[in-house]
């Protein structure tokens, strides 16, 4: 895992999860901050291997950080987190060592994690495991929650 404690160290990571933390430091809302990416990249891991999949942990750890160090980004000019995380990221993942194939998987997967459907195992299981992070059961805003003004119940394991 040593890449991926490279990304938890790298500047600029530090620097877009202080910047996410700043922006929502009102907000009623779920936060985009450490615990969530670890939230992501521990459910990531276990969806990962409940299915068999053999995705290397340091992709799907590198996937669960990155997926919204660009929710700043999306505040200041409205421009989608997921592909501003993903053009962030690519430096990030270049500076700790990923190869090209890497790289393109994990990227790949950063954008489209808010997308419903999937190719990719990875894609797929960032995307779960970012709505499986969320602690809806619980929450006091949970009633002005988008998530929910359709009538979406919370469970707590869906499968897509």
Not at 76 to 91: M, P, R, Y
């Amino acid at each position: 895992m040593k890449r991926v404690n490279c990304i938890l160290e790298d500047d600029d990571f530090l620097s877009y999860i202080a910047k996410n933390k700043e922006l929502e430091q009102d907000r009623m809302f779920c936060h985009h901050d450490i615990n969530h990416l670890l939230d992501v990249c521990r459910i990531a891991w276990i969806l990962n291997l409940e299915e068999n999949l053999s995705i290397p942990k340091e992709t799907v750890y590198a996937s669960g950080l990155l997926h919204d160090i660009g929710r700043w980004v999306e505040y200041e000019t409205g421009k989608d987190h997921a592909i501003a995380s993903g053009e962030l990221a690519d430096s990030i993942l270049t500076r700790c060592g990923f190869l090209n194939d890497e790289k393109a998987n994990i990227l790949r997967a950063i954008i489209s994690h808010r997308n419903k459907e999937h190719r990719a195992d990875l894609s797929r299981i960032l995307y779960r495991a970012d709505k499986l992070s969320r602690p809806c059961f619980h929450c006091d805003a949970k009633s002005r929650c988008k998530r929910f003004q359709k009538g979406e119940k919370q469970i707590l394991y869906f499968r897509y």
